[in-house]
């Protein structure tokens, strides 16, 4: 069955550095993957999307990689800030009309 | 501003009961779908709309039902309240062309069945 993995455990960061988070997949070929920023209490957050003809996306402090080989993403948040704690999400999407399957998702704390 | 509104924010019912939770959307998007979010499953499909009049099941479809009547609602209903389906509910849209645009959610509805 398809299954998508993020790590459970949150990533904790100094402020200022940069923050790596791993979406990996099985069982499953993406036309194109999303990530999504989640606060407590509070709905997903489109962040960004690259499709499988893309190595690599960015937007301001943000960078998306994804390896088909490899079936995996990752997500990185460059100079991050406590402003940028928050759960990230990875979803994949295309293989079924405009559904996207979502991970569990990582927790990301920067401390100041 | 458009926007995709959830109601009620919180729930509390007893099992057996039937409940309706709502969702409304003003982007005129074509595409709806509800999740469900729980501790150690993260988000699951429970039905979607691609328009008027469709509806499909998702992933955990059982118990569920939606109707679409117009663009704007999708309202998702428990036909008859069980505990396992305490859980916080999430309602998205998104255009034919969600892919690149992502979806939109609203502020979801925590539901507690007791």
């Known amino acids: 069955s398809q299954k998508i993995e993020q790590n459970s455990e949150a990533l904790n960061i100094q402020e200022g550095k940069t923050a790596t988070l791993t979406c990996n997949y099985t069982?499953?070929?993406?036309?194109?993957l999303q990530w999504y920023r989640q606060d407590p209490g509070r709905g997903p957050v489109f962040l960004l999307l690259i499709r499988e003809n893309e190595k690599e996306k960015r937007k301001e402090r943000l960078k998306v990689t994804f390896d088909t080989t490899l079936k995996q993403s990752l997500f990185h948040i460059t100079a991050s800030q406590p402003a940028d704690s928050a759960t990230y999400l990875c979803a994949l999407g295309g293989n079924a009309g405009n559904m996207l399957t979502f991970g569990g998702g990582t927790r990301l704390m920067v401390k100041p | 501003d458009a926007e995709i509104t959830q109601s009620p924010r919180h729930k509390i019912t007893e099992t057996g009961r039937q409940v309706t939770l709502a969702c409304h959307q003003t982007?005129?998007?074509?595409?709806m779908f509800w999740y469900r979010q729980d501790l150690g499953h993260g988000l699951r499909l429970i039905h979607y709309?691609?328009?008027?009049?469709?509806?499909n099941k998702g992933e955990v479809s059982d118990g569920y039902s939606v109707s679409r009547s117009n663009t704007e609602d999708l309202p998702l209903t428990l036909e008859s309240a069980a505990s396992s389906q305490t859980s916080v509910y999430f309602c998205?849209?998104?255009?034919?062309?969600?892919?690149?645009?992502?979806?939109?959610f609203g502020s979801g509805t925590r539901l507690t069945v007791v």
């Open positions: 982007w005129n998007h074509n595409n």
């Open positions: 069982n499953y070929s993406p036309a194109y």
């Open positions: 998205a849209s998104s255009d034919r062309t969600g892919e690149a645009y992502g979806y939109t």
């Open positions: 709309s691609y328009g008027v009049q469709d509806t």
